[in-house]
């Protein structure tokens, strides 16, 4: 299973996330007409880690992710953004869905609010939340 799969999987697991969004909770892009608020999330990158320890081959991945915590207002929007890192941050070394975590750490964030030209009749905030990943499957 993909290091994205589950970690949506743990943001629909976690009801403090999903009174917010339901299942609003999109790869990539946020489906056009859909409500607020809404997470898109996107891997960014992958660096796989190769070790010999142990006398076999093992391979670790460093990954890169943003969360885009999306509402309609920037309190939403910060609100949101701290909910998937009550979720997410700092995870403890476990296995999630078949992917095995070693650990999830927030980065950081940066804000963005769109005017009613990009999201419809009104404008929105979004909260973009960067982590890295140490995981394998």
Request: hydrophobic share 40%; charged share 20%; with cysteine.
């Amino acid at each position: 299973m993909a290091i994205e799969i589950a970690l949506r999987a743990l943001l629909v697991a976690d009801s403090d996330v999903t009174d917010l969004v339901g299942t609003r909770i999109y790869p990539e892009m946020r489906q056009q007409g859909e409500d607020f608020p809404a997470i898109v999330y996107q891997l960014v990158s992958t660096q796989p880690q190769n070790s010999m320890a142990g006398g076999g081959s093992t391979v670790i991945t460093r990954a890169s992710m943003s969360f885009d915590s999306i509402a309609e207002t920037y309190a939403g929007a910060k609100t949101l953004a701290s909910k998937v890192r009550a979720a997410i941050g700092d995870l403890a070394s476990n296995t999630y869905s078949t992917v095995r975590i070693y650990s999830c750490f927030h980065e950081g964030d940066s804000a963005i609010t769109e005017d009613s030209q990009v999201a419809g009749d009104r404008g929105v905030s979004r909260i973009i939340s960067d982590y890295t990943i140490w995981y394998d499957n």
